[in-house]
């Protein structure tokens, strides 16, 4: 009974916090209530060439449908994020660059030093003939020069758009060509683990398939011998060399893409998700002050990749509009050992540290001794993002990590919201494990049943929001009528989130998780039509199809039904090989954790799958697979259930 436990604002965070419950009970009033007052006010932490006059500018409505915020204001986001602070904070750290091998030493940038760096790399750009508006793909390892590659982009008014340094060359020339960018950022080779990345290696296999790429730039970091291709590759030192540190920041509406970051849906193609340069800004800054009670120059360290949103968001933008020290790790959570989370906070005396459940499960596994080796003083505040935290991790957090004293902030949000929508305030939320709890400023969410009744009270159903956010997606690159299909036509009036919701007697909301065909794979989202497509392009492959299943560490996994074609025999080699094959065709985050060879599949009379039998198959819950009477052919099922995948 997890809704009954509850843990009250610590006295010492009600005593020092920037917003307290009364506080954010009176933000929350006023955002709902004069909307257009508010968001103006909330604009001047922001610093404009423009400054707005009208707040948002929205119908969800599809005769007319429009979403713009402070559409008459002029600013530019690298300006904000970096110079603006060189007066007060030039000689202040900016960003903490710890390495994947803790031999190697930290590397620490002031926003004087990043404005000179970012400067170079915009020069670098324009001198590569990027122009306002050009895409630039950035697919690079977790170092400082991919934040430089961000903040020059946005500087010169380049739409970035960042590819996860995971995904596969075919995933990488899908993403450029779907955005038609004729320019690559890479490195020679990422570093994780201990072990290397083959990034350019990824992006010349990638490039055969993306005939509008014409330049690379390669970032030399391991050093390895990579074959550079005369007239389109280029050594960023060599360009850099010649290049000066002054160039002069892009005026852009508030309404100009920033950038383009490529999620999974629920069809087989990823969409790109568009977000604007004043309204993503402000919502960066202002939920990521809110809900850490940030105040710089406190060292906050996200620990995502800054391929994913949350990298964008609150390493990148939010941290440094708020003038902030934002930490950025290059390698991953448990090398060389289970403790170097807990050694890099206490390297660099984090205060704040954000990361996913899936994380915390891996390193909870390996037992408490790891933590309570190191000293973890310095923290004050643990958030979380990306999936569900179930309570057993949440209290492990709080009390092994935390020691009692960090509040847990579970923020939930998606790559479309552009930040957090719901998560609690430290200084003003009484927390329940496993509950991201209340709404944001400004946020107005709904429970809303299959037709759409707005349920009210305690209820479940699928999660809405009711109104327009400054921080919301503008389209999906290159198909407007795609993001108001995918978002706006299921309930009308409002946007699907796709995810379900239960709100409870104390009008707490706890994410259920996905209602749609998307899963979440060690908090990386993933479509099963994805991997659907990429099997199903394997020659010896009839049909597919890709269900969630409960994973003790990655939330959930991946388990494939396979039908083969005829003459084709099921083999544990050709599983195997199926595996590997999902992995070149998207990258590892997608390999299949379990796959069942089905000689069909469960299909009613009309042709259609019946994914919930799936589902229940995969669970291991065949006790009860409700009404089979409507499959087409229904012995089907019981072959399924006989040969379920261990
Ligand atoms: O299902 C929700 C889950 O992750 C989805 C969004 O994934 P993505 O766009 O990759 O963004 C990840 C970074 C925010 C959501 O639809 N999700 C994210 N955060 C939470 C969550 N589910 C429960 N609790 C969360 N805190």
């Known amino acids: 009974m997890t809704e009954q436990e509850s843990y009250p604002v610590p006295a010492e965070w009600a005593a020092r916090t920037q917003v307290d419950a009364a506080g954010y009970a009176s ?7 004069d909307p257009g007052r508010f968001w103006l006010e909330q604009a001047k932490r922001l610093d404009w060439i423009k400054r707005p006059e009208i707040a948002g500018d929205w119908s969800f409505n599809e005769d007319d449908f429009r979403i713009a915020w402070f559409p008459d204001g002029r600013l530019n986001v690298a300006a904000n994020c970096v110079d603006r602070h060189l007066k007060t904070r030039g000689d202040q750290t900016a960003i903490i660059w710890e390495p994947d091998d803790p031999a190697d030493a930290a590397r620490r940038f002031t926003y004087a030093e990043l404005h000179a760096e970012m400067g170079r ?7 590569a003939g990027v122009r306002k508006g050009d895409r630039v793909t950035i697919y690079m390892p977790m170092i400082p020069e991919a934040a430089f590659a961000m903040l020059a982009c946005a500087r010169i008014g380049a739409i970035h758009s960042v590819v996860f340094g995971g995904f596969s060359p075919e995933a990488l020339a899908g993403r450029i060509r779907d955005c038609d960018s004729s320019i690559v950022i890479t490195a020679d080779e990422g570093r994780r683990g201990g072990r290397p990345v083959p990034l350019k290696a990824n992006v010349d296999a990638a490039a055969g398939h993306a005939p509008s790429l014409k330049t690379v730039i390669v970032v030399k970091v391991t050093g390895a011998n990579v074959a550079m291709q005369d007239g389109r590759d280029h050594w960023y030192e060599d360009l850099a060399s010649r290049a000066g540190t002054d160039c002069p920041v892009e005026p852009m509406g508030a309404e100009d893409p920033l950038f383009v970051l490529y999620t999974s849906g629920s069809t087989g193609k990823p969409k790109g998700v568009l977000h604007t340069s004043g309204g993503y800004l402000l919502w960066a800054a202002l939920t990521h002050e809110l809900t850490f009670d940030y105040r710089a120059p406190s060292i906050y360290w996200c620990a995502a990749d800054i391929g994913w949103v949350t990298g964008h968001s609150y390493i990148l933008y939010g941290p440094l509009a708020n003038g902030g020290t934002t930490l950025m790790y290059e390698g991953v959570p448990n090398w060389p050992t289970a403790s170097r989370i807990w050694e890099v906070v206490d390297r660099h005396k984090v205060e704040i540290l954000y990361t996913a459940p899936t994380a915390l499960r891996a390193l909870m596994r390996e037992g408490d001794a790891p933590v309570q080796r190191t000293s973890r003083a310095s923290l004050k505040l643990l958030g979380s993002v990306g999936e569900p935290i179930n309570p057993e991790a949440w209290r492990w957090y709080h009390h092994v990590v935390g020691e009692d004293r960090c509040p847990i902030i579970d923020t939930w949000w998606q790559t479309e919201t552009g930040g957090t929508l719901i998560a609690p305030l430290p200084g ?8 991201a709890t209340l709404p944001l400023p400004g946020v107005d969410p709904q429970i809303v ?10 209820a479940e159903g699928n999660l809405v929001i009711a109104r327009s956010w400054p921080g919301q997606m503008r389209t999906v690159w290159g ?7 995918t978002y706006f036509s299921t309930y009308k009036g409002k946007y699907f989130t796709g995810d379900g919701c239960r709100r409870d007697a104390d009008g707490y909301y706890w994410i259920t998780g996905r209602v749609d065909d998307v899963i979440n794979v060690s908090g990386h989202r993933m479509g099963t039509a994805e991997v659907e497509s990429a099997l199903v392009l394997h020659p010896k492959v009839a049909e597919a199809a890709v269900v969630g299943f409960p994973h003790d560490i990655k939330g ?7 039908t083969l074609n005829a003459n ?11 595996v590997a094959w999902v992995r070149t065709e998207i990258g590892p985050i997608a390999s299949p954790d379990a796959i069942q060879f089905a000689p069909a599949l469960p299909k009613t009379r009309s042709g259609k799958i ?19 009477s409507t499959l087409a052919d229904p012995s089907v099922v019981e072959h399924l259930v006989a040969n379920r995948a261990a």
């Open 27 to 33: 933000l929350y009033g006023r955002a709902l209530g």
């Open 121 to 127: 790399f915009a020069n670098v750009l324009k001198a």
């Open 428 to 435: 003003a939320t009484a927390l329940k494990p496993g509950s």
């Open 449 to 458: 049943d299959a037709v759409g009744n707005v349920l009210t009270g305690e």
């Open 479 to 485: 198909d407007h009528a795609r993001f108001f299909q």
């Open 556 to 562: 959930q996994g991946i388990y494939a039904y396979v």
């Open 568 to 578: 084709e025999e099921p083999s544990d080699a050709l599983r195997k090989e199926l």
């Open 610 to 628: 019946m994914r919930r039998i799936l589902r229940k198959i995969a669970e291991g819950d065949t006790s009860n697979l409700g009404d089979v």
